[in-house]
């Protein structure tokens, strides 16, 4: 009804609005007086945790890339390697898995039939599982070992979004857990990051504020037939969520690469007139991943794409590149998925709005896959 989608026009475009609360919700009560991080629902004893060699997390869909995204960060911090694999094809390949491997399922649900199956699985082969899930009671924090709720609020659209960047910041708050337990970072360090993810929710906000601007190109852009999306580091995941988003919400063929991937490749694809979605990193950070993306973004010009760039704040590198420049807060690069990725979930919702299409139930999809 319309009093449950709290005045906007679909659900999707609610739970879109809701991320700021979404984020916000999910790093509370995380924390001891003494800023220290606390895992209440954690029934692993910390001797074991310390122990753990290897992280593998499984998940489908949104929730896998939610989960790439925190491979780049939980290895940053942890120093622990990070795998990251859908779950249907996890447990089909004969994975090693050790007492000292960690699990960690993302999902929604918590009902996924893929994702529950690898769960069990991975604990036949003797794994520790941890589940980030957002809704209470579901099967796989039941068969869990240990549990890390998202509080994104139930996710009624069925392509997820205040899922997703609950699942980063619950995932983020997982790998300064270990960080902290493991002594990989300093207490300082650790605190200012969670003060820096308290800090994201205004940053959301911010980028909802500037919608405008991204609903106008996507209502010029109804027609498109294909939409390629480039991205490095955490770009890289963010670029496949917002081709996901696409193909689900508005029926267009889209894909995601990694930046550095397109002279591989993906660079044959383009002619005049493409458009291409290109996520550019931090020019603060410390790497030459910057520069480089923006001769990515020449090199596809140069050749006539239409580009449409996502950049922070004050980088007035890429505006003689850009024939859109959609700009986002400045955060640090780990932090910068959960607001990049925001003008591509508007972007996707508009142009299904724009076709005439069900944003909230798109055809052939359902919100929770319950078979194999
Ligand atoms: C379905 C939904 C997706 C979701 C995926 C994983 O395919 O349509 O939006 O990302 O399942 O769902 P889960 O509940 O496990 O996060």
Redesign the pocket.
């Known amino acids: 009804s319309a009093a449950e989608k709290g005045g906007f026009w679909s659900f999707m475009a609610k739970e879109i609005a809701d991320q700021p609360k979404a984020v916000a919700d999910t790093l509370l009560g995380r924390t001891n007086e003494s800023g220290d991080l606390i895992l209440d629902d954690a029934r692993i004893d910390e001797a074991t945790l310390r122990t753990i060699d290897k992280i593998i997390v499984v998940?489908?869909?949104?929730?896998?890339y939610a989960g790439h995204v925190a491979k780049y960060a939980i290895e940053h911090w942890c120093r622990i390697p990070v795998e990251i694999e859908l779950a249907h094809e996890f447990r089909y390949r004969d994975p090693i898995v050790t007492p000292r491997t960690l699990v960690v399922a993302?999902?929604?649900?918590?009902?996924?039939m893929d994702?529950l199956m690898a769960v069990r699985h991975a604990q036949e082969q003797g794994a520790k599982v941890i589940a980030i899930v957002?809704?209470h009671g579901s099967t796989?924090p039941r068969e869990s070992d240990a549990v890390l709720y998202t509080h994104a609020g139930p996710e009624v659209a069925?392509?997820?979004t205040k899922?997703?960047v609950s699942?980063i910041t619950a995932a983020y708050i997982l790998g300064l857990y270990f960080a902290q337990l493991r002594g990989n970072m300093f207490r300082d360090e650790i605190h200012t990051v969670l003060d820096e993810l308290r800090a994201m929710p205004d940053k959301i906000q911010e980028v909802l504020d500037r919608g405008e601007r991204v609903r106008e190109i996507a209502r010029w852009m109804a027609d498109t037939s294909s939409v390629l999306f480039l991205g490095r580091h955490v770009g890289f995941p963010i670029a496949l969520e917002g081709a996901l988003k696409l193909k689900?919400l508005a029926y267009i063929h889209a894909e995601g690469f990694a930046a550095g991937e397109l002279k591989h490749g993906p660079i044959a694809l383009i002619e005049p007139g493409q458009p291409v979605f290109v996520i550019v990193p931090s020019p603060r950070g410390r790497d030459s991943l910057h520069s480089k993306v923006i001769s990515n973004i020449q090199e596809i010009r140069a050749r006539g794409a239409r580009t449409l760039v996502i950049a922070e704040d004050g980088d007035e590198a890429v505006t003689p590149f850009a024939d859109e420049v959609f700009w986002v807060p400045q955060c640090p690069t780990l932090l910068s998925p959960l607001v990049t990725v925001v003008p591509l979930q508007i972007f996707a919702a508009e142009l299904s709005r724009a076709k005439g299409l069900d944003v909230d139930q798109p055809r052939n999809?359902?919100?929770?896959?319950t078979v194999e």
């Open positions: 998940a489908c869909g949104t929730a896998a993302i999902s929604q649900s918590g009902e996924t994702t957002n809704t796989i069925v392509a997820s899922a997703f699942q689900e999809l359902a919100k929770s896959v």
